[in-house]
C-alpha cells in the first residue's frame, strides 16, 4: 500500500485506491492505513484496499481518473490482458501509467461466456509519454509509459458476480478438458487449493498432498 499512501498524502485526491492480488500484502497495507497511521497528523486523501485481480470484471475501478500498475514483472501475457481491463473499465480520457512495459495501444476485448453483461469490444489507448529515470526496485534506469484511454466500453457501474450452480462449475471444467486449456490436473489442483486459501475456507478444507 506505499504508493497508496503516498499518493493519499502527496494529493489532494478525491480517493486513492489499492488493488492487491496477494491477501497477505493487502491486510498488511489495511493494517498500516488503520493503525498505524492513526495518529498521524497528515491531511491526507480517502485510501480505500481491495484485495482482488484486475484481470476479475467484477473488481471495479472504472471511475479511476488516472491509473498506475507496477508492471515491470509482468510477462507480455499479463500486459496484454492489463490493457483489455483497461478497455473495458475505464472511461475515456482516463490516464494510464506502466513502468518498463507499453501497453497494446488496440485490441478487441473478448466477451465473457458466462455474463453478457460484461462488455466486449474494441478498444483504443495512445501513448501520450515516455519518461526514464531511476527505480530503486530494480536496481537501475527504468521507464515509464503514460497512456490516454482513447475508446473504451467504459463499465460505468460495479457488477456483482452471477451465483454459478454446482452443475455450472462442473460445465466449466468440463469445458476446459475438452478445450485443452485444462491439461495439467495438478496445476488445477494447485489452482483449487489457491482459490480455498484466497477466499479464507478454515484450513480442514485445504486439499491434502494426496488429493483426497
Known sequence: GRLVLAAAGLHRWKLCRGIE?????????????????????????????????????????????????FSTCLGPDLIQELGQSIGRQCKPGT??????????????IPPVETDDRVPSGDFQLSLLEKVDGWCWLTG?????????????????????????????????????LESGELTDTEAFLRNVNNQMIYHGLPERFYLKRNHE
Open 21 to 69: 492480488l496477494l491477501p497477505a500484502i493487502h491486510r498488511a497495507a489495511q493494517e498500516i492505513a488503520e493503525t498505524r497511521l492513526s495518529n498521524v497528523k497528515v491531511n491526507m486523501a480517502q485510501a480505500d484496499f481491495v484485495c482482488g485481480s484486475f484481470l476479475d470484471p467484477y473488481v471495479h475501478y472504472a471511475d479511476s481518473d488516472l491509473v498506475f500498475c
Open 95 to 108: 490516464l494510464v501509467i506502466t513502468t518498463d512495459y507499453m501497453l497494446p495501444l488496440t485490441g478487441t
Open 140 to 176: 537501475g534506469a527504468s521507464t515509464a509509459f503514460i497512456h490516454r484511454v482513447e475508446k473504451s466500453l467504459w463499465m460505468q457501474e460495479a457488477l456483482q458476480p452471477p451465483e454459478l450452480s454446482l452443475e455450472d462449475k462442473a460445465l466449466q471444467v468440463v469445458k476446459a
